[in-house]
């Protein structure tokens, strides 16, 4: 986070390159950290590293005047980039001979530690632990996994540490492989649990921790319940595309999961050469089978299977439709940019899995398993302001928020690259007192009755050095400017929270190359409580 003296600049020793000082501290008692990591990301090339000396010190002399992000870690700690008080990721916008004075404020981890216990509650060694906080993302209520370790000792003990302050869910889960090979089917084995002995998440125990807070004793004790068999056929393996120089072999997975992205399960097992699969050790339950290939894995095909007391058989999974997505990616006529190694991810909308490429020397590129669907195409350099999409082209439809979809194999993805993007930098009235306005949250959101769109074609503000918000590298289009005192992440997403404020936003028509002013009236946390709160969202 940024502290005091973000403003005050001095004359670098050289006029035409720039510097960074500062120090990295405590958030919460302000103490100086020695022995810090801090990387200074420039908008392209490598990272700088430098360490804090004993007065948790750090500077960063003959910088190229231009936008850098800066990042600091120290053991015991959440690594953070430079932000502000809202979160928002503080960017060092540098003019030459000016020397940038920051406090990166690191806020102490919290940890939680305990017992994972078997069904007589003795401890338990074989299985793991995870922890998840309940957050509103992507237009949705959804568990994000967080936390670093959850192993479990010799003693039957865990401990998850790099925790942020927060209400978490604890999840043990015992090896599956280890209760097959050990426990008889008659016998049953023993199942997750929430934290301290459910089955539901929904009916699990929250855990509040605070800042540099170590929660101690915790015990989570597994289920015990008869386990059974789900055998079947996959049909169509055949259709799968072979990508060129892909091995004849590849891993090939047929796994049950409850089709829940806080899914508890991770019951198997690996197809056979004939197309039949077996999966041991599954409780009663109702579950999706599906197929897999690859690392990571793509989803081919699955089905709906309940399991009442008894082994089921017969299931048949149908492999879906796939093919291989080639494209290619260049820069306007008129601009000349770097269209080799850029890196590309493709994610399916309805799987939520995600594949990851890169453009070659000519700026083509390949996905080689894509399944029939709509999928999002998503380039990360475009979230660090360096150029925008200025188009993108499939089965000759044009796509503002990079979603398309996916029908046949013999159509081409075009994009089309331009760093002529708009600029907007943005003044935030209204807040009641200057650490308001500080901390807003300031948005650019396309201007459309489709909540994807908005979702994903919408750019947070990044605010400088000096308390400055801008925006860099804007597709010209119609957009909504808001400055939120707080909002859950993509909450207009939702149509009927963008009913209600759509209204409030400041309205822009931006265009091609435009450098632009704009203000926006904040909306604080009381205002906005009340519909947060009705919605689900707070």
Known sequence: MLAGGGAAQQVAANENLAAVKGVVSNAGTGERLRKAFVRLHPASGNARPATTDDQGRFSYDNLKPGIYKLEAEHVGFIASLLADAAGTTVELHLTAGETADVNVRLTPQAAISGRLLDSDGDPWIHGYVRVGRSVFKQGKRQLEWAGEGGDIDDRGQFRVAQLAPGTYYALA?????????????????????????????????????????????????LRRSATYRIRGTVSGLDTIPKAAGQPAQVYRHVGVSTGSSISSTGYGGNLKADGTFEILGVPSGEYDVGLSQGMPPIGLGRTKVRVDDRDVDGVSIEVARSYALKGSVRFEANETGRISGLSLILTGLDSNQGQSGRTR???????????????????????????????????????????????????????????????????????DTAAQVMAARVVLIPDSDNGEERGFGSRLAMRDQNGVYSIGNIAPGAYRLFAFESVPEEAWVDAEFWKEIHSKGADLRISEGESKNAEVPLMTRPEIAPLLSRLGME
């Open 173 to 221: 889960t015992p090896d599956a492989g280890w209760e097959a090979q050990n426990r008889s089917r008659s016998e049953g084995g023993l199942q997750s649990a929430w934290y301290p002995n459910s089955m539901d998440v929904q009916d699990a125990t929250p855990i509040i921790v605070s800042a540099g807070q170590e929660l101690t004793g915790l015990e989570i004790r």
């Open 361 to 431: 020397e000519d700026g083509s590129f390949e996905f080689p398993l894509v399944s029939t669907g709509r999928h999002r195409l998503f380039l990360p350099g475009t979230f660090d302001g360096q150029y925008h999409v200025k188009s993108l082209r499939y089965d000759n439809k044009e796509s503002r928020s990079g979603i398309i979809s996916i029908t046949n194999g013999d159509s081409s993805l075009e994009l089309v690259l331009s760093s002529h993007g708009a600029r907007l930098v943005v003044d935030v009235k209204k807040g």
